[in-house]
T-cell receptor, first 116, second 114 residues
Framework: GAVVSQHPSWVICKSGTSVKIECRSL??????MFWYRQFPKQSLMLMAT?????????EQGVEKDKFLINHASLTLSTLTVTSAHPEDSSFYIC????????????FGSGTRLTVV | GENVEQHPSTLSVQEGDSAVIKCTYS??????FPWYKQELGKRPQLIID?????GEKKDQRIAVTLNKTAKHFSLHITETQPEDSAVYFC?????????????FGPGTSLSVIP
């Protein structure tokens, strides 16, 4: 149980275009979804936290106008990288709390974004 | 601020030996500490976790210890095997008003030499 499906698993896009990444909770309701970015050989850096029906909370240094997050339902959260540039190339991964607070988190399978 | 430090950044051990990874956290309100194993290009996999009301937890070859006073927690892997080779991340859950968030340490690349 507590599966998060993330799509696409990889995407190559041209510089200047936008890319949407989706995370769906398949067998539970994800009122909160965390979005992370991971550069090669580095840790997972929290970008933002989305909450169903409200605005996302962005971490310091993350441009909210560039990384648009939508959490319109209890089972779907999306991250859109707008006007992507090569420096946005990274591994993006979402995560949701499994059940109640402090009871573990489940991760999506990640999206490898390459901007050319 | 919210910060999790992790040491060492790389660790090589002989098969059968033990491996220890240590982490410290900054927010004293943190009360949940998971450990993740990540293989290249894949999602992190939870291997063990511990809550603040417990000092130690063990699951077969893996154990975690927590010292809340010192804000330290450690991962111990005994009888290491080549398949244990991966990057390991410690993390600390930071309580917030309406949700908790998880902050990751920088990771430890573990190599188990056959």
């Amino acid at each position: 149980g507590a599966v998060v499906s993330q799509h696409p698993s990889w995407v190559i896009c041209k510089s200047g275009t936008s890319v949407k990444i989706e995370c769906r909770s398949l067998d539970f309701q994800a009122t909160t979804m965390f979005w992370y970015r991971q550069f090669p050989k580095q840790s997972l850096m929290l970008m933002a936290t989305s909450n169903e029906g409200s605005k996302a909370t962005y971490e310091q240094g993350v441009e909210k106008d560039k990384f648009l997050i939508n959490h319109a339902s209890l089972t779907l959260s999306t991250l859109t990288v707008t006007s992507a540039h090569p420096e946005d190339s990274s591994f993006y991964i979402c995560s949701a709390p499994r059940n109640r607070r402090s009871y573990g988190y489940t991760f999506g399978s990640g999206t490898r974004l390459t901007v050319v | 601020g919210e910060n999790v430090e992790q040491h060492p950044s790389t660790l090589s051990v002989q098969e059968g030996d033990s491996a220890v990874i240590k982490c410290t956290y900054s927010d004293s309100a943190s009360n949940y500490f998971p450990w993740y194993k990540q293989e290249l290009g894949k999602r992190p996999q939870l291997i063990i976790d511990i809550r603040s009301n417990v000092g130690e937890k063990k699951d077969q070859r893996i154990a975690v210890t927590l010292n809340k006073t010192a804000k330290h927690f450690s991962l111990h892997i005994t009888e290491t095997q080549p398949e244990d080779s991966a990057v390991y991340f410690c993390a600390a859950e930071v309580p917030k008003t309406s949700y908790d968030k998880v902050i990751f340490g920088p990771g430890t690349s573990l190599s188990v030499i056959p």
